[in-house]
């Protein structure tokens, strides 16, 4: 069975610095990695998806890496502004599981203005 | 295409009453999972879909619970008898698997049930 832990659960910031949000998991034969932010009593926004070939992936002020072998991914958010408030999950799919996901409990930032 | 669509938005139900909740997914998504969060916690999967077979159910799923996905396209949850720990975020998500493998799940907004 696949176990997704994030940590820590909650974190604040000043507006302006970098957020660095960790997700790890237990089966590093996971097929590919995808981050999501929740805003309060929403649905999940897809932010990144890496697949298990690829070491990172970057979207504007985004960036995930994957590193398999330590069972490690990372989401950076630079230059952090008070509209990145939000939780931020992650989820792994294993083929073997046939790509359902396992998720992370979350870290629920706060970037002071 | 507008995404993942779920209806109701927000369900308040009282204890014992049957409910039912509905998904629209991408349209050319072949897959359709059902995810159940509570309060503090990720997502947990319940059951899932490839066109309209359903495919696998979670032991989180007791026989109250039974879910549909007619000709592979819109989706349905439907609780019976509900009971309080039934109260949580029900969400929907699709995507597309072929034979190049498994692309990415887009998720719905939710329909938040509360059975008091």
């Known amino acids: 069975k696949q176990e997704v832990t994030q940590i820590p659960a909650a974190l604040s910031v000043p507006e302006g610095e970098n957020l660095v949000l960790n997700c790890s998991f237990t089966?590093?034969?996971?097929?590919?990695l995808q981050w999501f932010r929740q805003d309060p009593g929403k649905g999940l926004t897809s932010l990144l998806l890496?697949?298990?070939?690829?070491r990172e992936q970057t979207s504007g002020r985004l960036n995930a890496s994957l590193d398999k072998s330590s069972g490690r991914s990372t989401l950076y958010i630079a230059a952090s502004q008070p509209g990145d408030s939000a939780t931020y999950l992650c989820?792994?799919?294993?083929?073997?599981?046939?790509?359902?996901?396992?998720f992370g409990a979350g870290t629920t930032v706060t970037v002071r203005a | 295409d507008t995404g993942v669509s779920q209806d109701p938005r927000h369900k308040i139900t009282k204890r014992g009453q049957n409910v039912t909740f509905r998904c629209d997914p991408i349209?050319?998504?072949?897959?359709l999972y059902w995810y159940r969060q509570t309060l503090g916690q990720g997502p947990e999967f319940l059951t899932y879909?490839?066109?309209?077979?359903?495919?696998?159910k979670s032991r989180l799923l007791s026989d109250r619970f039974s879910a549909e996905r007619p000709k592979g396209s819109f989706s349905t949850l439907e609780i019976q008898r509900t009971e309080q720990g039934d109260s949580a975020m029900y969400l929907c998500?699709?995507?597309?698997?072929?034979?190049?493998?498994?692309?990415?799940?887009?998720f719905g907004p939710g329909t938040r049930l509360t059975v008091t």
């Open positions: 998500a699709s995507s597309f698997i072929g034979t190049s493998g498994a692309y990415e799940q887009y």
């Open positions: 089966d590093s034969a996971i097929y590919n």
């Open positions: 890496i697949q298990s070939s690829q």
């Open positions: 989820a792994a799919a294993r083929r073997s599981n046939d790509y359902k996901l396992s």
């Open positions: 349209s050319e998504h072949n897959r």
């Open positions: 879909f490839q066109n309209e077979a359903q495919l696998e």
